[in-house]
């Protein structure tokens, strides 16, 4: 499949996908700018050469790792919507037309270190989420982050590889500075790979992208402070060894506490992605792609009169050309009865039941459900429909109704461990959640007063939902241990440390216990201490002796 040459632009894939325009291509694939038939919303088609992949055992396995990548649903991370296989595989994803980071590095225009992190710590959050899930993207460069117009930032092509796999090509492969030490002499793909790429990511932005004269002041002086932070963080993560390099969810929340110093960073210089120079007219009706590999009934008929024609004598042919000629003439006379199409308006459904819309209009139209999310609305109720109520629709045709399975889902933000309950607090409005109950729990390295985290193991809530956090109360309380009276100095000192206190010795006369034995412990076997609190041990130096 040549990249200069785009076969199926016009077409119509699974009579719901018509390619609109050639969006790229690699060894595998044609990339297509499409319109969703049914839905009327525009989104991005890429078409495999089925003549490369082909066979049961792809077929198998491509849907079941198209069934994986699928469940994967992240802020961060374009959104597979469909797919299919047989004769020409494809897969559909959302359509963002703010462009990739690629050309945004090329544009004459500069970022501030504010707009830098925001970049760097949605790279990261994406790739974290797919880390703690056991997938790599394997991939990454700037051509696979993309933006919508409003400057928000997605992953492409996350578990891509794994369908590339299927075939011995190297499209889906990151290249360049991009690609680890370790890709390069063939090693197993692994996290590591991802955080590496990231770094060459980050590293590349600083280059080309922070003005080389900037503004002085206190603000200046902030930002060079956050960026040498910054460097400091990736450095390892360019290590050549993946063993020295962190994790993507460690150098996340180095990058979101820096973040949280900046200021708000300025709209990203999105632009538009579409080239309309590339927008071509097709002619004539478009043609549909057959996604079930069963052969169309009219090219099953053409077939048969190039065989006739080629087979039989000329008078047989000629014959049996009338009796076709005169078997379609009976076929137009018999059916020559006006066809009535019955036409009735579409419905305003907000408010109705799925249960309701069916039971009425179940019988006249072909009903499909969607489903969405929605700021505003409650699971299960019904949105609006395609076409919109008020236009009229012919029975036996397709209505989409859009059912709500609630507020749209929040990322619950990383990096409030160590914040104030106002700071963290204030960090939740901002990512459109509340804050929830507060909870006390012990922690050994967080201070008092101060969050130890989120109080929930889910990574995402509607929106407005409330979020309960975990304040720190300090180490846990140490119990002094017992049974030390009358034990050598020696060992009650270990059992308290052991224990994470302090022992402090003091020499006292006993009439009756002898030289090194313990007296007492104040505080006394049994209490609680805070963390590093001080035992003081008394020991026994023997009888006085009276001179």
Same mark, same amino acid.
């Given at each position: %499949?040549?990249?200069?040459?785009?076969l199926h632009?016009g077409?119509?894939?699974?009579?719901?996908?018509r390619?609109?325009?050639?969006?790229?291509?690699?060894? $595998?694939?044609?990339?297509?700018?499409?319109d969703?038939i049914r839905?009327? *919303?525009?989104?991005i088609?890429?078409v495999?050469?089925g003549t *490369?992949?082909s066979g049961? /055992?792809f077929? +198998?396995?491509f849907?079941?790792?198209?069934q994986?990548?699928?469940?994967?649903?992240?802020?961060?991370l374009?959104?597979?919507?469909?797919?299919?296989?047989?004769?020409?595989p494809?897969i559909?994803t959302?359509?963002l037309a703010?462009?990739?980071?690629?050309? %945004?590095?090329?544009?004459?225009s =500069?970022?501030?270190?504010?707009?830098?992190? %925001?970049i760097?710590?949605e790279?990261?959050?994406?790739?974290?989420?797919?880390?703690?899930?056991?997938?790599?993207?394997?991939? &990454?460069?700037?051509e696979?982050?993309?933006?919508?117009?409003a400057?928000? $930032?997605?992953?492409?092509?996350?578990g %891509?590889?794994n369908?590339? =796999?299927?075939h011995s090509s190297e499209e889906?492969?990151a290249a360049?500075?991009?690609?680890?030490?370790?890709l390069?002499?063939?090693e197993? &793909?692994?996290?590591?790979?991802?955080?590496y790429?990231?770094?060459?990511?980050?590293?590349?932005?600083? /280059?080309? +992208?922070?003005?080389?004269?900037?503004s002085?002041?206190?603000?200046?002086? +902030?930002d060079s402070?956050? &960026?040498?932070?910054?460097?400091?963080a990736?450095?390892s @993560?360019?290590? @050549?060894?993946?063993?020295?390099?962190?994790s993507a969810?460690?150098?996340?929340k180095?990058?979101?506490?820096l973040?949280?110093? #900046?200021?708000?960073?300025?709209?990203?210089p999105?632009?538009?992605?579409?080239?309309?120079?590339?927008f +071509?007219t097709?002619?004539?009706?478009?043609?549909?792609i /057959?996604?079930?590999?069963?052969? #169309?009934?009219?090219?099953?008929?053409?077939?048969?009169?190039?065989?006739?024609?080629?087979?039989l004598?000329r008078?047989?042919w000629?014959?049996?050309m009338?009796?076709l000629?005169?078997?379609?003439?009976?076929?137009i006379?018999?059916g #020559?009865?006006?066809e009535?199409?019955r036409?009735?308006?579409?419905?305003e459904?907000?408010?109705?039941?799925?249960?309701d819309?069916? #039971?009425?209009?179940g019988?006249?139209?072909d009903?499909?459900?969607?489903?969405?999310r929605?700021?505003?609305t409650?699971?299960?109720e019904?949105?609006r429909?395609?076409?919109a109520?008020?236009?009229?629709?012919?029975e036996?045709?397709?209505l989409t109704?859009?059912v709500s399975?609630?507020?749209?889902l929040?990322a619950?933000?990383?990096?409030l461990t160590g &914040?104030?309950?106002d700071?963290a607090?204030?960090i939740l409005?901002e990512?459109?959640l509340?804050?929830?109950?507060?909870s006390?729990a012990?922690d050994?390295k967080?201070?008092?007063g101060l969050?130890?985290?989120?109080?929930?193991?889910?990574?995402e809530?509607?929106?407005?939902?409330?979020?309960?956090i975990?304040?720190?109360?300090g180490?846990e309380?140490?119990?002094v241990?017992?049974? $030390?009276?009358?034990?050598?100095?020696?060992?009650?000192?270990?059992?308290?440390v052991?224990e994470?206190?302090e022992? *402090?010795?003091t /020499?006292?006369?006993?009439?009756?216990?002898?030289?090194g034995?313990?007296?007492?412990?104040?505080? @006394?076997?049994?209490?609680?201490?805070?963390a590093?609190?001080?035992?003081?041990?008394f020991?026994?130096?023997?009888?006085e002796?009276?001179?």
């Open positions: %499949m040549e990249s200069s040459t785009y632009a077409k119509v894939i699974n009579n719901r996908y390619l609109i325009t050639p969006f790229g291509s690699g060894t $595998l694939t044609q990339i297509y700018l499409a969703d839905v009327r *919303k525009q989104t088609v890429k495999f050469d *490369k992949l049961e /055992d077929q +198998k396995n849907q079941i790792r198209l994986d990548l699928a469940r994967t649903s992240h802020p961060n374009i959104k597979i919507l469909d797919w299919g296989s047989g004769e020409s494809y559909v959302e359509f703010g462009g990739d980071l690629r050309a %945004m590095l090329q544009r004459d =500069s970022l501030s270190v504010a707009q830098i992190t %925001m760097i710590m790279v990261l959050e994406g790739i974290s989420y797919l880390h703690e899930r056991g997938k790599v993207h394997g991939s &990454l460069k700037p696979n982050i993309i933006f919508n117009l400057g928000d $930032l997605k992953i492409s092509d996350a %891509m590889r369908i590339s =796999s299927l889906y492969f360049g500075p991009y690609l680890s030490p370790e390069t002499s063939g197993p &793909l692994s996290p590591a790979d991802d955080v790429a990231i770094a060459a990511i980050f590293k590349e932005l600083v /280059d080309t +992208k922070l003005p080389k004269n900037g002085t002041g206190e603000a200046q002086e +902030k402070e956050t &960026l040498q932070q910054l460097q400091a990736f450095t @993560a360019r290590s @050549a060894r993946p063993s020295e390099r962190p969810s460690s150098l996340l180095i990058v979101s506490d973040n949280i110093r #900046n200021a708000k960073p300025a709209l990203l999105v632009e538009s992605s579409l080239n309309l120079n590339l +071509k097709f002619d004539g009706e478009p043609e549909v /057959d996604t079930d590999g069963k052969p #169309n009934l009219k090219d099953r008929f053409s077939k048969g009169i190039l065989y006739l024609k080629s087979h004598r008078w047989l000629l014959l049996v009338s009796a000629v005169v078997g379609i003439a009976l076929m006379n018999s #020559n009865e006006e009535v199409i036409l009735q308006a579409v419905p459904v907000a408010g109705l039941q799925t249960a819309l069916i #039971n009425q209009f019988d006249y139209w009903l499909e459900e969607a489903l969405t929605e700021d505003g409650q699971n299960g019904i949105l429909t395609i076409p109520a008020g236009v009229e629709l012919a036996g045709e397709v109704y859009f399975l609630g507020p749209e929040r619950i933000p990383l990096g &914040l104030t309950i700071e607090e204030s409005l990512s459109r509340r804050l929830g109950k507060t006390e012990p050994e967080i201070a008092i969050v130890i985290g989120p109080a929930t193991l889910v990574t809530l509607p929106t407005g939902s409330e979020v309960d975990q304040i720190s109360s180490p309380l140490r119990t241990p017992e049974a $030390l009276l009358g034990r050598a100095y020696e060992t009650a000192e270990t059992a308290i052991l994470g206190l022992a *402090k010795r /020499d006292v006369f006993h009439p009756t216990i002898g030289n034995t313990v007296i007492r412990l104040e505080p @006394a076997s049994g209490s609680q201490v805070s590093g609190g001080v035992i003081e041990i020991v026994s130096k023997g009888t002796t009276i001179e």
